[in-house]
């Protein structure tokens, strides 16, 4: 049976032919071996045809078509030019994809992938530029490095999860944010109450406490006229103000040189513009769960639905994992650790988060995380696979169904059933289309019921056509009953006469026979 290998490059397709005995093909040290003389191993592979790229463009469609198991159409039709049709072939390919799309796309072809076909394409690879003499010098390495850059530039220009990046992106920065903080926080508590220790048992609160640092900066010179400072400060609270100012009054704190309360307010400065920024960074994450995962911050919040969504990659990973992997994720060393020691295994991962878990008792905390993944994995279905417009409908509902199941393990109160609940929001999103529809009309509105009358125009005039070919055929019916009726009346009249001229016959013939 022959051998033939295909090679994909960046400047075209070759095609190879094993030219030596069946136990080089076996042989992998062998073909290392031969791989280093360009002598050898022509001797043991030889070129058959070579089909280039006509364009950048079209060797990034054929490169894409490759990579997700298509076999294009150039590549196609070089196989069936250069490749005997009536014998079967055995051709070697690096990739699996291509193999299988190959098989279905070519009748007759045999693929093949070992340890052999890929030694083999190494060399071809190797001596390509001796094999094809048209390819001047540096020219495969420049196709080589354009193709590339094209290819991942195409690949994240089209990157479906890049919405989810953002999130991904943005919730680990916030969790980061928060743990750093808290340090630096705790580190400006520490330093200014060396100068007034008695604000931290007023003001508890971090982002006031740093606000309050910066605005007081020496407690000596506060007055009673700084009290609308502070109050503003502390966001009209005017008696934690006037307890800041008795307390000022009183304090025991040790005195601080310039300095030093230079330093102690740029650094506060910092702990407040760190805080902000987080404020504004959740308002950030908020608006992109609800634009991307809208069902799924419903059901779990913002946040627990972010980390749900970046410790599984993306939105598609985890509508495609199911529920007993949603409930325990984040959890996989508690897991390992209990499957090592033969131990129980974790009931929950990061879905502790959510309120529900700690709004469940000790004995339910199992059955409502258990409960609640699932409806989590429904949820993150519903936002990564639906085709219309976004909306959180369903994600209420779900949440309702879990406050229901909540009540019933604490009341007994018989929850509504799954089916009932889909239906009543699935009864409710009708309702958004009639809105949407009596919205203002925009220019994208105009143009799509352009096409729309433009196809039914078309439609009514291939119904017209259709009507005339219909009325055609049975004019034809017609005229051939019409022609067929003729035939068979002249036919009927031929046998009356016939019946006649017997009669007449048989009348003749028994007055012969009387006389």
Known sequence: MPFWILHESASGYGLFER???????????????????????????????????????????????????IVPELLKSFIEMNLPKKKKVTLGVVDDKLATALQEAIPGIKCEKSAAVAEIIRGIRLHFDQYIKELKNGEIERAQLGLGHAYSRAKVKFNIHRVDNMIIQSISLLDQMDKDLNTFAMRCREWYSWHFPELVRVVPDNYQFAKLACLIKNKGDLTQDSLSSITDALDGDEEKAQAVLDAAKASMGTDISEVDMNSIEAFAKRVVSLSEYRTKLFTYLQKKMHDVAPNLSALMGEQVGARLISHAGSLTNLAKYPASTVQILGAEKALF?????????????????????????????????????????????IDSFSDGPQTSIFGEK???QVEERLRFYDTGAVPKKNLDVMREAIAQL????EEMEAAPKTPKADKKKEKESK?????SKSAKKDDKKAESAKKKRKEASSSEDESS????????????????????DKKKSKK
């Not at 003389?37 to 490169?63: C, H, R, W, Y």
């Not at 009708?430 to 289309?433: G, L, M, N």
């Not at 196809?455 to 439609?459: D, I, L």
């Open 455 to 459: 196809s039914a125009k078309k439609e």
């Open 337 to 381: 650790r209990a499957l090592k020691t033969r131990s129980n295994t974790p009931k929950y991962g990061l879905i502790y988060h959510s309120t529900f878990i700690g709004r469940a008792s000790t004995k339910n905390k199992g059955r409502i995380s258990r409960y609640l993944a699932n409806k989590a994995s429904i949820a993150s279905r």
């Open 19 to 69: 030219a030596e005995a069946e136990e080089i093909a076996t042989s992998t040290d062998e073909i290392q071996t031969a791989i280093q003389d360009f002598k050898k191993f022509n001797k043991m592979v030889q070129n058959v045809g070579f089909m280039p790229f006509q364009s950048t463009e079209n060797a990034l469609e054929n490169i894409n078509a490759i990579s997700e198991g």
């Open 398 to 400: 779900l949440r309702e």
């Open 489 to 508: 009346s002249s036919s009927s009249e031929e046998e009356k006469k016939k019946k006649k001229k017997s009669k007449k016959e048989d009348k003749k």
């Open 430 to 433: 009708p309702k958004e289309d």
